[in-house]
């Protein structure tokens, strides 16, 4: 069962423009949500998190969202670098679990 | 410390060969996860370990998997039996405390059966 979903599996954007990418989850018991970034041959990298009281977390270029009675949340890129372009994936835990979306390529253009 | 490491990076093996991981952690780490990933997903959570104490295995694909942390320091997961569908990129992680707090992923290592 896919508890976290990322039902974009590519966005592409022109650099210096905002990239929104977006992640939605069934289980309303997860109490945590990140965003990490992968490059190629390497292993994911953390981005940033929110936790579930939280509506909304900044760290410089990068905010994450969460819309818990929508079971949803967004990664805002702003404003949107070459260095950028990635695999973004969304994960959301609770106790002993952590679940994992399929992941957005995201492309930025010069 | 320069981060977590996985060893082999590269493992190619025939159906029914048992094969065996190695993920040393960033070393004042006292958690260890193992994922995998297959081809267009995300990583899929296995098991954890805090310390030695391995806390969570009911994720573990089949009785074939097996994961040890004997020491509370490197990690060992062991495919016995493997099958084609085992083709995967392992990953191991590690971090300071509970689940939610940042996890640290190495290479990976990327087994392919025949």
């Known amino acids: 069962d896919q508890q976290v979903k990322q039902n974009s599996p590519s966005l592409s954007v022109q650099e210096g423009r905002i990239s929104i990418l977006n992640c939605d989850y069934t289980?309303?018991?997860?109490?945590?949500f990140l965003w990490y970034k992968k490059y190629p041959a390497e292993g994911p990298t953390f981005l940033i998190s929110?936790?579930?009281?939280?509506d909304k977390n900044e760290d410089g270029r990068f905010t994450v969202f969460l819309n818990k009675s929508a079971k949803h949340l967004s990664l805002h890129i702003v404003p949107s670098q070459p260095g950028d372009s990635a695999v973004y994936f969304c994960a959301a835990s609770e106790d002993n679990d952590m679940r994992f979306g399929a992941g957005t390529r995201l492309t930025v253009k010069p | 410390d320069t981060g977590v490491s996985q060893n082999p990076r590269h493992k190619i093996t025939k159906r029914g060969q048992n094969v065996t991981f190695r993920c040393d952690p960033i070393?004042?780490?006292?958690?260890l996860y193992w994922y995998r990933q297959t081809l267009g997903q995300g990583p899929e959570f296995l098991t954890y370990?805090?310390?030695?104490?391995?806390?969570?295995k009911s994720r573990l694909l089949s009785d074939r998997f097996s994961a040890e942390r004997p020491k509370g320091s490197f990690s060992t997961l062991e495919i016995q039996r493997t099958e084609q569908g085992d083709s995967a990129m392992y990953l191991c992680?590690?971090?300071?405390?509970?689940?939610?707090?940042?996890?640290?992923f190495g290479p990976g290592t990327r087994l392919l059966v025949l």
């Open positions: 929110i936790s579930s009281i939280k």
């Open positions: 070393s004042e780490h006292n958690r």
């Open positions: 289980n309303s018991m997860f109490d945590y």
């Open positions: 370990f805090q310390n030695e104490a391995q806390l969570e």
């Open positions: 992680a590690s971090s300071l405390g509970r689940m939610e707090e940042t996890q640290y």
